[in-house]
């Protein structure tokens, strides 16, 4: 199982950014897939998450209205547009699959890991 990041960079705060995170997951379609990042020196928070046939999305309050998550069951990616990126948004972020049909925002309930990609906001 594999789950390739990509996306992130440098962006100046209020800019946008969209990751995308390709899963060679045989269960992709029937699996819940999330976002979470991890600043230096910080746990690993949940982001966002959205159920199997995408008719549900959760938000960490920090993100809500500003990142939007979405799915293509069809290319196994899902992915998330960043808006109104700011400073504290800086992270690594990593795309994340959960067997089950039950959304947690605990990271070690969660089943496969992507590597991560690092977003980067300056003021």
């Known amino acids: 199982v594999q789950l390739q990041a990509s996306g992130g960079g440098l962006v100046q705060a209020g800019g946008s950014l969209r990751l995308s995170c390709a899963a060679s997951?045989?269960?992709?379609?029937?699996?819940?897939m999330g976002w979470f990042r991890q600043a230096p020196g910080k746990e690993r928070e949940f982001v966002a998450a959205?159920?199997?046939?995408?008719?549900?999305?959760y938000y960490a309050d920090s993100v809500k209205g500003r990142f939007t998550i979405s799915r293509d069951n069809a290319k196994n990616t899902v992915y998330l547009q960043m808006n109104s990126l700011k400073p504290e948004d800086t992270a690594v972020y990593y795309c994340?699959?959960?067997?089950?049909?039950?959304?947690?925002?605990?990271?070690?309930?969660?089943?496969?890991w992507g590597q991560g990609t690092q977003v980067t906001v300056s003021s």
């Open positions: 994340a699959a959960r067997a089950n049909t039950k959304v947690v925002t605990t990271p070690l309930q969660w089943h496969y």
């Open positions: 997951l045989r269960t992709f379609s029937s699996s819940i």
């Open positions: 959205i159920t199997q046939n995408g008719d549900s999305t």
